[in-house]
């Protein structure tokens, strides 16, 4: 019987209630098994390779210049690996899809769309093959 793979989600974003509560979302969907949270580049880069992510959401806030870089690097070590960002404005939107963001959300958006946006992600890269375990 071959083993079930770990869904593991990496987080990235500012610490604060608003990471926390996103993080109980995502925790709460049934086809992720982890989350891992990440405040700064080297912590990132850290979990991407040690945890094996099979997608990391970007939740931007300020300094979101250091988000888009860590996109274009994190998607120089693993082409596949999903990114999504949260943005804040449709100017960050744009940004983020320049700097190799597989989907937007515009912040405001609902639960429903950010499970569908997982759901979507998770089972295309199933479909080609591309689990991590």
């Known amino acids: 019987m071959e083993p ?10 500012k610490e604060g209630r608003s990471l926390e509560s996103l993080r109980a979302i995502v925790r709460g969907l049934p ?3 982890k989350v891992v ?18 997608l990391v959401i970007f939740d ?7 988000s888009f870089s ?4 994190l998607k120089s070590f693993e ?10 404005s449709h100017r960050q939107g744009s940004a983020a899809w ?11 958006f609902s639960g429903k769309e950010l499970y569908q946006t997982l759901l979507q992600l998770v089972n295309s890269r199933e479909s080609l093959g591309l689990r991590r375990v």
């Open 70 to 73: 860590l996109i274009k690097e």
């Open 37 to 54: 949270l990440s405040t700064d580049r080297q912590t990132c880069l850290k979990l991407a390779m040690l945890e094996k992510p099979i």
């Open 60 to 66: 931007l806030g300020e300094d979101e210049e250091e």
């Open 4 to 13: 079930t793979p770990s869904k593991r989600v990496l987080l990235i974003g």
């Open 98 to 108: 320049e700097a190799g963001a597989d989907k937007v959300l515009l912040k405001g």
């Open 79 to 88: 082409k596949s690996l999903p990114c999504i960002v949260l943005a804040n």
């Open 31 to 33: 086809f992720v098994t």
